[in-house]
């Protein structure tokens, strides 16, 4: 199946600070999603990305699918960013089957 | 729009008991939807594709026997995990789609087994 890594798997950033999270998948996808998942457990849609570039506040998402990556930043952190950010893809082609890469856990401090 | 409601959040049951997760599509019908399971500080495993009207579809490795999931409605999903066990406590959440690929997760649902 489809493997997805994401690095750096943890991260501590001092508050204000900018950085980037990277997403790398084996196979070609059409669907990729950033999730943050809050310390209660719940995934929170950030972007749906399979290609392009988005941004919403804070947060920007950029997929180069024919190189087969994506990468999440985060300008500006606050202490609310903490958590665990999750890239996933699409399994199987033409489903929301998602696999997911293992996280990247994000500590903003004050 | 497209939210997804879990419950119960969180439940302790004895060991050799069952017990039902329900997943709800609150706002949109959702043909489909997806549970998955989440061990600490790991990433989510997929282990079944729930199919309105039919049977669910079990990834490699998932015992159907199990965890039976039941998709009675366009809009209810649940998932009993049977005769648990105590390596059966673990997170599960699901997730579903308004008919596009972008998919909506409930809260989940943390059961510990004693």
């Known amino acids: 199946g489809i493997q997805v890594e994401q690095s750096p798997p943890d991260l501590i950033l001092q508050e204000g600070a900018n950085s980037t999270l990277r997403c790398n998948f084996s196979d070609s996808v059409n669907n990729l999603q950033w999730f943050h998942q809050n310390p209660w457990g719940q995934l929170i849609n950030l972007f749906y990305?399979?290609?392009g570039t988005k941004q919403n506040g804070r947060l920007s998402a950029t997929t180069v699918a024919t190189e087969r990556y994506s990468l999440l930043y985060i300008s500006s952190s606050q202490t609310t960013d903490s958590g665990v950010y999750f890239c996933?893809?699409?399994?199987?082609?033409?489903?929301?089957?998602?696999?997911f890469g293992k996280g990247n856990q994000v500590v903003v401090i004050p | 729009g497209a939210v997804v409601s879990q419950h119960p959040s969180r439940v302790i049951c004895k060991s050799g008991t069952s017990v039902k997760i329900e997943c709800r599509s609150l706002?949109?019908?959702?043909?489909?939807m997806f549970w998955y399971r989440q061990f600490p500080k790991q990433s989510l495993m997929l282990m079944a594709t729930?199919?309105?009207?039919?049977?669910?579809?079990?990834e490699q490795g998932v015992e159907k026997d199990k965890f039976l999931i039941n998709h009675a409605s366009l809009t209810l999903s649940t998932l009993t995990v049977t005769s648990a066990h105590p390596e059966d406590s673990s997170f599960y959440i699901c997730?579903?789609?308004?008919?596009?690929?972008?998919?909506?997760f409930g809260q989940g649902t943390r059961l510990t087994v004693v």
């Open positions: 997730s579903a789609s308004t008919g596009g690929p972008e998919a909506f």
């Open positions: 996933a893809v699409d399994a199987y082609y033409g489903n929301n089957r998602l696999a």
């Open positions: 706002d949109f019908q959702a043909t489909t």
């Open positions: 729930s199919n309105e009207g039919s049977k669910a579809t079990y």
């Open positions: 990305i399979p290609s």
